[in-house]
Structure formats: structure tokens, C-alpha cells
């Protein structure tokens, strides 16, 4: 089974699925950094024809570029324009499509506050993006909407009341079109300050499926990086038991396996 | 005119900037740290466009020194260099940076090691390999000298090197706005204007790199200003007195600018960071961790239990690895080891993996299995240390005879006489 189908099995989908099903929220606890799942995500996407827009306010573009050629899918696409991608560099605070000028400047340079207080300029950038590709390819294709760094984010001054109007905005959009388009989004919860501890208990509710990766109670392992629970709700916000694997990640991808048959165990 | 070009002036025109080589991992463009030791822990060296944080103690000088070989090894590629402090006068501590042994005109027949003499005893440990406990001596080649000077801390950096224009310092002490944060955000800004860059698709290639080195970020020295409240019920910074929760927001919110400007400028960025801020509270390390790319912590042994420890008496601390560099890549390069130590010598600053010393005493190091503990043998033992030879020899004796006592009554017919010396571990 493939690390894609093994996550797709982890959380209730189909093993050939190419859709979430709601929204996703990706958490990592102590040093373990469980964004590499988001890249996942997006090459279930991206694989399967849909479309992904990635808000970023911890890596530049071409992390998640070079990551995804790595990983098999391409965010530039195969011509341009239009591309099948939308990179929102939150790092250096500007809503920017990757074909844009670069407007940053040292008069120019906002801050990561004012960014989110204009939070509706840069989901109408998206949503303008998503009507775009409607109108290239007939609105077949879903979208996946990824948000990493949220704990950078609020670390570096986004007050907690912000970040979350902005990521219910985002889901609404998302979740509007009922095509199979999703929300994900990763925050380190270790890392919240006490202002935002609202957001580690809004989050969950606003996702239907919650992925914690952790480290190994047992210490570091060269052939286990991290031990991954699966939390689901069902449709009547029941919560599903959780389910735990092993993961490892490797240059092209994430491994998961059942807990105890790593190749380093005995 | 002919329209053709040589294939060879559009590679010309991406050629990397000085002293810098791409990572065989991953593609990601990597500088110098000024130590082979640290450049071998990350993976080859620190990658362009990331911040390297340095936890420092409050009482040793020990960032200090690794941020002084960052500074010198900018200063030797001729890289634009920038150091900004609210502590001390940056021009003295640039000032202090050590010099680069590759220009003081040693000559060559120095450095060769001398071969070894045959050994006539054991002679066949002269075909191992050898082990050495420092760290990335073995990345010591030509090319490494190139790319990573060797440094004497004894000898200061020359005057005429620190003249150049590529070499600026921003004094912090005096605060021009009532921010030190603010003011040091707005020097960094003009500094880097040069260098920033056009994000293109490929990777990161500039003409120069700019290293930036900021002197215990946050420290008390560092004046948060008074800020208005914020629209949505943010807190305001107090004029009198700042909280570490303050500071620590402060320098979160300064390091993720940081990071940004750093990944758009082609730039490096080395800060060192005091320990009082971030030991308050395991959140504001967190918090703090995260927004640096890489994280080493150095643990001074000074002043704690650990100074007098005989296994660590060669060494003045830990050096610990908390949080390795993860751009362009899903896997982080992993150290061969997490157990690190350092000593600060004359000269130079050393990085070895730490090795317990070895056991040379007579005692075995724990009591075996099947040594007769009992009762009477314990105190016999506890007391043997404290009392004569004679008296010791008198209990051996003792000791013996009943154990052959009670070995002919489980073993009756055994012609086997047991050394009552040979299983008891308190005996010699």
C-alpha cells in the first residue's frame, strides 16, 4: 500500500480517494514538525487534476516547490498561465501570485498584522483564483486550501481573533463549492502563547479530521520519526476513536505503518 | 552579428556567490560558520537565507566566540557584514574577531602532519583507520580551507579588513525611536536593500551573501518602547518595566521579520540569544525555536555540578543540536550524535563528540551476578575500606573458611575448593 492510501485509509477514505472529506487540522507536538503532511495533501490533489492554494507563513514558495518535485507533482504545472497553484507568501506579508511582480520594499514592507486585518482582500484574491480555473476547465477540478505556519504566525503578533476569522472565511469559501474542495491547515501547539490557547481549542471543532504528530515516547529513532494519531468526527460531531501509526519520512514522501513493524523494531 | 550565444555566459550569469556551494542533499546553497565542526552538524555548512540561533548562557562568553567565527569567516570572503548589538560596542566586539591562520604566511612544512613511526608492538593497529573525537575534521581538505577558514582566537582580526565598506555595525545601545527592535528591524532593512531579490523559480543565487550577525536579541538591554494598544484587544508594552511574556513576543515578532528578509536578501543570519529569556517558560522556547530555521544550545558547565565532574574536566560544556535546518526538504540532515561537548582553548574553539574516559581502576564497575552479597559481607565491606591490611586479610580468611563450610555441605563429595576471593567484588 502506498503512503498516499495508507493516509487515505488512517482517516476513513477511500484507498484510491483523491478528495478529503472536510476540513483537516495537522498538529505537531514537542520538536516533531508534522507540516511535511500538508505536502501530502497537496499531491493528493494536485495528482488527481484538482487545483491547490497554499498560504504559507513559515516557508517561501520554493520549499513547497522543490518539495513538490520531489514528491512527484509540479506546483508550476505543465504551461502557464494559468497554472493550477496559488502560493500566498504570509513570511514576507504579502498576498502575491507567483507570476506578480515582487512588490516588497523597505518603504513597502508590512507587517504581518495589517496582512491579516486586510484578510478579505486576500481570500477575494482566492476565491478570484478558483473562479479563474472554473472558468479554464469547466469547475470540474477541487481545490485544496492549505495554511502552514499558523503558530509562526501568531507567535510573530497575529492576535488569535484574527487568524481564526481568517481561516473561517477560508473554509466558508471552501467549503461553499461542495466539490470535494477542503481546508488544511498546521499548527505547532507547543508554540501558541496563552493568548492563543482559544485557537487550540476552536481548531479542532472546525476540522473533521485532527492529525497529531508526536515524537516516540520511547526517545529518537532512526527508522520511526514520530508516532501519528488520527482523530475523526462523525457527521453528528461524534467523536470517532483515534487511531495510531508509525511514520517515517524519507526525500519523496511519508511512510506510514501499523505501531510496532518498523524495520528497526524488534 | 551571429545570434548564437556560448551555452557557457547563461551559466556564468547563475554562478553562486563566493565561498558557497550547493547542499548534495538538497540543492540548498550553504556558507560557512567559521567552524568545520558546526559546518559538518548541519549538514555542510549554514544554508543561505536561514537564521542559525545560538541559546547563550548569561555568563559565558562561549555564543560569543562561535558568533565572532561567523563574523571573521564573512570578513575573510570579503561578504557584506553587519553586526548590531544593545550590550556592547559593536566595533570593539568586531574588533575581537579572530584571524584567519590561512593569511598569516605559515609555512607548509607546519601544517603537514609527520608520519608516524613503525610500530614494533601491535604493529597491526597501524592499518586501522584512525578516530578522532572532533567534529568535520574529515571535511579538513583543500577545498574546506577554501571554503572554511582555520581561525586563531589569540590573534585579532586586522584593521585594514575591518575598513572596508562591506563591513557595518549598528550600535544599539542608544535607542533612536525608544525601540531597540524597531531600530534594529530599519538597519537591517537599508543594509539588505542591496541584496533583495526578484523570487524567481529555482533556486536561491545572488552575487553576494550578507551575513548579519544580532548580539543577544531580546536581552534587557533591548527597550521595547511604548506602543499603543491594539485595535483588538492586543497588549501594550509598559514604559517602566517589561515582562519576559513581553520580550518574548517581541523577539518572536522580530525573528519571523527577520527570517523573511532573510530568505528574500540572500542573507545569513546569526543571533544568539540569552537563556533568561526563553528558561522561563518551555512555551517561549517553543515559540522562539520555531521561528529560527536551526538551534544549538551551549550549556556552560561553570557554576554548575557538572564543573568539577572528573569525566567532564577537559571540557567547559554541552553543546547541544535542538533543531536542525529543514529547507527545500522534507528530511532534516541528522548529526552522527547527539552527545557533543566544547573547550575553549587558546587559540582555537574545539567541538568534539563526547566519550566517557576509560575505565583504568582495579574495581570492577558494578558487583556481579553471582557475588555472595549478604548482611555480614556488606558491612565487612563497608568497613573493610576504613580499616588495616591485616585486619582485612583476617576477614578474608574468615570469610573463606566459612564458605567452604557451607560449599562441602551443598556439595559434599566436590573435590572443587572455591576461591572465596574470586566472586566478591569488595575484596582485592
Sequence with gaps: ?266 | MSSFRRAGAARQARKPPPATKPSLANGQLLTSTGMDAIDHLLGGGVAVGSVFLIEAQAKSPYADVVLKYFLSQGICHNHHVTLMSADTDPSKFLKSCPRSVDTLNIPESASVEKPEKDMKIAWRYKNLPKVSSVVGTASRTTFSTKFCHTFNLSQQVEEKDLSNDTIHTADLRISKSGNTFADAMQLILEAVEPFRMVPQPGPLVSAAVHRIGVHRLGSSAWDLGATDKDDDGGGGYNDDQYSVEERVQAACAFLHQLRGIARRSCAVVFVTVPSSLLSSSPHHRHRIHLLADAVVRMEGFAGTSNEHHPALKEYHGFFKVLRMPQLNSLVAATPDTADLVFKLKKKQFVIEKFHLPPELSDMPSRPQEDAPVTPSSSSSSSSSSSSSSQDRRRRVKERGAASQQQQQKRHPGSMCQPNPTKNNPYDF
Excluded at chain 1, 487515505?8 to 472529506?21: F, I, K, S, Y
Excluded at chain 1, 518535485?69 to 507568501?89: E, H, R
Excluded at chain 1, 507547543?190 to 516516540?216: H, N, R, S, W, Y
Design chain 1, 1 to 266: 500500500m502506498s503512503a498516499a492510501s495508507a493516509l487515505n485509509v488512517l482517516m476513513g477514505l477511500p484507498e484510491t480517494a483523491n478528495r478529503l472529506d472536510g476540513a483537516v487540522c495537522v498538529q505537531s507536538e514537542g520538536n516533531v514538525d508534522a507540516s511535511i503532511f500538508l505536502h501530502s495533501f497537496v499531491q493528493m490533489y494536485m495528482k488527481g487534476g484538482g487545483r491547490a492554494v497554499i498560504i504559507s507563513f513559515c516557508q517561501t514558495y520554493h520549499h513547497y516547490q522543490l518539495i513538490g518535485k520531489k514528491m512527484g507533482y509540479n506546483l508550476d504545472g505543465p504551461g502557464s498561465p494559468p497554472t493550477k497553484s496559488l502560493f500566498v507568501d504570509g513570511l514576507t506579508d504579502l498576498c502575491v501570485e507567483q507570476h506578480d511582480e515582487q512588490l516588497w520594499g523597505p518603504t513597502q514592507f508590512p507587517t504581518i498584522t495589517n496582512f491579516l486585518k486586510e484578510s478579505a482582500s486576500a481570500v477575494t484574491s482566492i476565491s478570484k483564483f478558483i473562479a479563474a480555473q472554473d472558468q479554464h476547465d469547466g469547475g470540474n477540478h477541487a481545490t485544496v486550501v492549505v495554511v502552514d505556519g499558523i503558530a509562526e504566525a501568531v507567535a510573530a503578533g497575529v492576535t488569535a481573533h484574527n487568524m481564526l476569522r481568517f481561516l473561517h472565511q477560508l473554509r466558508a469559501v471552501v467549503e461553499a463549492r461542495g466539490d470535494g474542495s477542503a481546508l488544511v491547515f498546521h499548527l505547532h501547539a507547543d508554540a501558541l502563547p496563552e493568548t492563543g490557547d482559544v485557537i487550540l481549542t476552536q481548531l479542532p471543532f472546525m476540522a473533521k479530521t485532527v492529525l497529531t504528530a508526536k515524537a516516540l515516547a520511547t526517545g529518537a529513532s532512526a527508522s520511526v520519526h514520530g508516532l501519528l494519531s488520527c482523530q475523526r468526527r462523525d457527521g453528528a460531531a461524534v467523536t470517532l476513536p483515534a487511531r495510531d501509526v508509525h511514520y517515517k519520512t524519507k526525500e519523496t514522501g511519508i511512510a506510514l505503518f501499523p505501531i510496532g513493524s518498523g524495520a528497526g523494531l524488534l
